[in-house]
């Protein structure tokens, strides 16, 4: 009995609690290594492909994540000038950065807090948003949304609650390849660390094309159009409102005006490109 204790004794052996957690470690640490390694090598034997010029970039080339190259990047931001904090207009010389200076925003009743963009609509900012409405633009899409993404992440003082997308309404999405405003949605809330809310907002009706009316067709035309999808709370809720062209602001207003009444404390807008054509 003695010996067979003895036996059974030698064969229980208490496994050291610190030893497998410390070897999964070090296996992360290698896995890591080794795909960093592997994907440096592969930059440098494919270089990314610049998703607005498709020039071949240099591995170090353009912002983490954001498939853009340096020049194009720089092209795209344009010069900074001063602009409107609320609209994101660009401002005459002289004018402070606020809504009472501002000569756009002045007088009228502006029911977002807040508008971001990349830049003004021209130039090199132009093509990109033209690019992005073809069917093959989606990559481009993904990239701009990044680079907005990237811009929001250094202004945004608090996470938004719900980031959204102006809604098209479903029969334009039929005869649509692409949907700039959703892809640019799944691209922001990645970067800014928040899920987009896709469903909450919903196209009631059909609209005009916004391009094609003038300031006061415009207002008309989104009048009553969106709505807040049942089954969301939004009761005190910061809204981050993504679309790719800011013109007069007219689908904005009225997309926060509905969310205000539904409860949401503030909206703010973030657009690729703020045009300056006619708002009044």
């Known amino acids: ?65 954001i498939n853009l190259c340096n020049r194009c990047i720089c092209d795209l931001k344009g010069t900074g000038f001063p602009v409107c904090k609320k609209c994101a207009r660009p401002l005459p010389k ?42 093959t633009g989606e990559p481009l899409t993904l990239a701009m949304g990044c680079l907005l993404g990237e811009h929001l992440s250094n202004k945004l003082a608090v996470a938004p609650t719900h ?12 005869k649509r390849d692409v949907n700039c405003a959703e892809i640019l949605l799944e691209a922001v809330a990645a970067k800014i660390g928040v899920r987009g809310s896709g469903r909450l ?20 035309n989104v009048r009553g159009a969106y709505r807040v999808s049942t089954g969301y709370v939004i009761s005190g809720a910061k809204v981050l409102v993504i679309d790719d062209v800011m013109t007069t602001g007219a689908t904005a207003n009225e997309i926060a005006k509905i969310l205000r009444r539904a409860g949401a404390a503030s909206v703010e807008v973030a657009v690729v490109a703020r045009g300056i054509g006619f708002d009044s």
């Open 1 to 65: 009995m003695d010996h067979e204790k003895s036996v059974a004794n030698r064969d229980v052996r208490v496994p050291t609690p610190s030893r497998r957690p410390v070897q999964a470690q070090g296996s992360r640490r290698r896995v890591s290594v080794m795909q960093t390694i592997c994907g440096r090598a592969a930059n440098l034997l494919f270089p990314p492909i610049c998703a607005l010029c498709a020039i071949p970039s240099e591995p170090d080339d353009g912002i983490v994540g």
């Open 94 to 135: 002289g004018i402070a950065d606020d809504a009472d200076d501002c000569p756009n925003c002045r007088g009228k009743r502006v029911r977002f807090d807040r508008t971001y963009a990349i830049g003004v609509y021209g130039g090199v900012l132009r093509e990109a948003v033209l690019q992005m409405k073809q069917a």
């Open 163 to 174: 980031v959204v997308a102006v809604p098209t309404h479903w029969t334009r999405r039929l």
């Open 201 to 220: 907002l919903r196209c009631r009706r059909n609209t005009s094309k916004q391009g094609t009316l003038l300031p006061h067709e415009r207002r008309a």
